[in-house]
């Protein structure tokens, strides 16, 4: 079964960007569905922006429209989350979720069976 690591996280000031990255290993990238999803504290983990496995097909929640962009590297197996304009609200733990791919893209987070161990990132005023 396919492990995934992230990293990528970080200290940065309101208004900076970071790029997550996603490390598969164990299986092939392009065979899941992957998603990112994080968790402030004191908040239940959400679900932020995910890539369907097949056909493409890729969601963002409202609040990170625009500024976050999910992509893969599928010769490096890796995927990655670019985020931009970050504010302080964007403060959490970062996850990468995966699971055999489909043409639906979950937001819940039940339905992902992979997860990383998460990498912080935290945004300062």
């Known amino acids: 079964q396919v492990q995934l690591v992230e990293s990528g996280g970080g200290l940065v000031q309101a208004g900076g960007s970071l790029r997550l990255s996603c490390a598969a290993s164990?299986?092939?990238?392009?065979?899941?569905?992957m998603a990112w999803f994080r968790q402030a504290p004191g908040k239940a983990r959400e679900f932020v922006t995910g890539?369907?496995?097949?056909?493409?097909?890729?969601s963002q929640i409202d609040a990170v429209k625009g500024r976050f962009t999910i992509s893969r590297d599928n010769a490096k197996n890796t995927m990655y989350l670019q985020m931009n304009s970050l504010k302080p609200e964007d403060t959490a733990v970062y996850y990468c979720a995966g699971r055999p791919r489909s043409s639906i893209l979950f937001g819940s987070e039940s339905m992902y069976a992979y997860w990383g161990q998460g990498t912080q990132v935290t945004v300062s005023p």
């Open positions: 164990g299986g092939t990238l392009s065979m899941y569905t």
């Open positions: 890539s369907a496995g097949i056909g493409g097909s890729t």
